[in-house]
């Protein structure tokens, strides 16, 4: 690491409350931890990342520990059981009727008819939109842009040692575009959830105080906005 990071006990000290930040937004209530517990692998995570980080790439340290301190968390959490590869498999189930029912129907299904060609219930539909919102926690990218809720592919282009070529910028700021149009179609609330989760980055149980809905509420709202805003984009991506 360069010298102007060497005094890594207070580097350390200078982010725990950015690990604490991190770990107060994730949802963790169903796992045999506590929130000492993600502290502590938070932490581990920022050491990784004062170990690892490379000044040359030109990217803030604050992004990349975030990441880091992010993605070591949810690993653990995954290592746990809580998104295990059954969730993942009934949600690409979910996207892969979705798909398919828009060919056959010609235009956007709706839920309830997805949950009768999956032979789901409610219970079942809002476990999907609680596994999109654990998704979430670690790419936003992945979940809106691929089927599969493994790995961190944020974490992978920081970590690449060749610069971006310009078809990756222009594609980078094509994919914004599209996500920025996608969003703007939304429901007033979607947006306003998506606004208060994302760029004012408030926590689930601050959310819940605005809205006036209960915490797991928020949280199965959020998985169906990005169920929803998976499929705008997919139609827009389409279209441009």
Do not use: W
Request: hydrophobic residues 35%.
């Amino acid at each position: 690491m360069s010298s102007a990071y060497t005094d890594k006990d207070n580097l350390i000290m200078k982010h725990l409350p950015l690990v604490k930040k991190i770990i107060s937004r994730i949802e963790f209530k169903d796992y045999a931890m506590d929130q000492d517990d993600l502290f502590s692998i938070g932490v581990i995570g920022l050491m990784d990342a004062i170990e690892k980080f490379d000044l040359s790439k030109k990217v803030p340290f604050e992004a990349y520990a975030t990441l880091r301190i992010k993605g070591t968390v949810i690993d653990e959490l995954r290592r746990c059981g809580k998104v295990s590869r059954n969730k993942i498999d009934k949600l690409n189930q979910y996207y892969r009727t979705k798909e398919e029912l828009e060919k056959s129907f010609m235009r956007t299904p709706e839920e309830k008819e997805i949950c009768m060609e999956l032979g789901i219930d409610d219970k079942q539909l809002s476990s999907i939109h609680e596994t999109v919102h654990y998704l979430s926690a670690v790419s936003l990218e992945s979940t809106l842009y691929t089927n599969d809720g493994e790995g961190f592919s944020m974490l992978d282009i920081i970590e690449d040692r060749d610069s971006p070529t310009p078809e990756d910028r222009i594609m980078g700021l094509e994919m914004n575009k599209i996500l920025q149009d996608a969003i703007k179609l939304l429901p007033e609330r979607d947006q306003r959830i998506l606004n208060l989760y994302y760029v004012e980055e408030l926590s689930l149980k601050e959310i819940s105080y605005i809205l006036d809905i209960s915490i797991p509420r928020v949280s199965q709202l959020h998985g169906k906005i990005l169920l929803n805003l998976r499929s705008t984009i997919v139609d827009l991506t389409e279209v441009y």
